[in-house]
C-alpha cells in the first residue's frame, strides 16, 4: 500500500485547510487509517482514527470540534478538513494505514505512512 498526501499550505489563524490522503492497493477498506502530525523538534502526535468497520471517526482530545476525518472506500482516500486553525497546528501532517493491534493513537502501530504534507498556520 501507498499513501499520498496532499492539501497542506500556508494559511492565516482561523482559516481552514482541507488534506486529502489517496491509497493504492485493493485492502484500503479493511484497514484502520488514521492521521498524525509532527511539528518540528516534537514527537509525532496522533490526531485521528477511523476503523476499518466505518465506525465514527476518534480524535485527540485537544482537537475535537477543529478537525473532522472521514474516508471514502471507494475512492480509497482518506480526508482531514481542518478549521479554525492556529499557529500551534503547523507541522507535518502523515496519514497512516492498516494498524497492528488495537492502540490506534500509536504511531507505531501503523504499517503504512505517506510522506506528508506540511501545513503552516500563520498568526
Known amino acids: 500500500v501507498q499513501l499520498q498526501a496532499s492539501g497542506g499550505g500556508l494559511v492565516q489563524a482561523g482559516g481552514s485547510l482541507r488534506l486529502s490522503c489517496a491509497a493504492s492497493?485493493?485492502?484500503?477498506?479493511?484497514?484502520?487509517v488514521a492521521w498524525f502530525r509532527q511539528a518540528p523538534g516534537k514527537e509525532r502526535e496522533f490526531v485521528a482514527h477511523?476503523?476499518?468497520?466505518?465506525?465514527?471517526?476518534v480524535y485527540a482530545d485537544s482537537l475535537k470540534g477543529r478537525f473532522i476525518a472521514s474516508r471514502d472506500n471507494a475512492k480509497k482516500s482518506m480526508y482531514l478538513q481542518m478549521n479554525s486553525l492556529k499557529p500551534e497546528d503547523t507541522a507535518l501532517y502523515f496519514c497512516?494505514?492498516?494498524?497492528?493491534?488495537?492502540?490506534?493513537?500509536?504511531?507505531?502501530?501503523?504499517?503504512?505512512w505517506g510522506p506528508g504534507t506540511q501545513v503552516t498556520v500563520s498568526s
Open positions: 477511523i476503523r476499518w468497520g466505518g465506525s465514527a471517526p
Open positions: 492497493g485493493h485492502a484500503f477498506r479493511s484497514y484502520t
Open positions: 497512516a494505514a492498516q494498524a497492528v493491534g488495537t492502540q490506534y493513537d500509536r504511531a507505531s502501530a501503523y504499517s503504512y
